[in-house]
């Protein structure tokens, strides 16, 4: 079992970078996939990243592709989210999730076991 916990949301103005920090507790962080979701105001949650339990495999929202970049560090039982070229529709509550498919990036809520509580960000355009 993992407990993720968010850091690193804040307010950025369009155009603008931010890096989400998300350490997993638990000493079997390794083997599990990770994601990232977000959820803005009157909206459902929806993907944005993903990575396998090596860092081999990722997945990304086509929304972001090319401008968000997650990454992991098995060794800090962390993982990250560097997210450029902000706009102010990537506003919202980003929530880091732990997934048991740990061999695929699953983008699907569903295949997700254990989520943090989520941390803000907010974009000015």
């Known amino acids: 079992q993992v407990q993720p916990v968010e850091s690193g949301g804040g307010l950025v103005q369009a155009g603008g970078s931010l890096r989400l920090s998300c350490a997993a507790s638990g000493r079997t962080f390794s083997s599990y996939g990770m994601g990232w979701f977000r959820q803005a105001p009157g909206k459902d949650r929806e993907f944005v990243a993903a990575?396998?339990?090596?860092?081999?495999?990722?997945n990304y929202a086509d929304s972001v592709k090319g401008r968000f970049t997650i990454s992991r560090d098995n060794a800090k039982s962390t993982v990250y989210l560097q997210m450029n070229s902000l706009k102010a529709e990537d506003t919202g509550v980003y929530y880091c999730?732990?997934?048991?498919?740990?061999?695929?990036?699953?983008?699907?809520?569903?295949?997700?076991?254990?989520w943090g509580q989520g941390t803000q960000v907010t974009v000015s355009s």
């Open positions: 990575i396998n339990w090596t860092g081999g495999r990722t």
């Open positions: 999730a732990a997934s048991r498919t740990w061999v695929t990036a699953a983008t699907a809520p569903l295949d997700y076991d254990y």
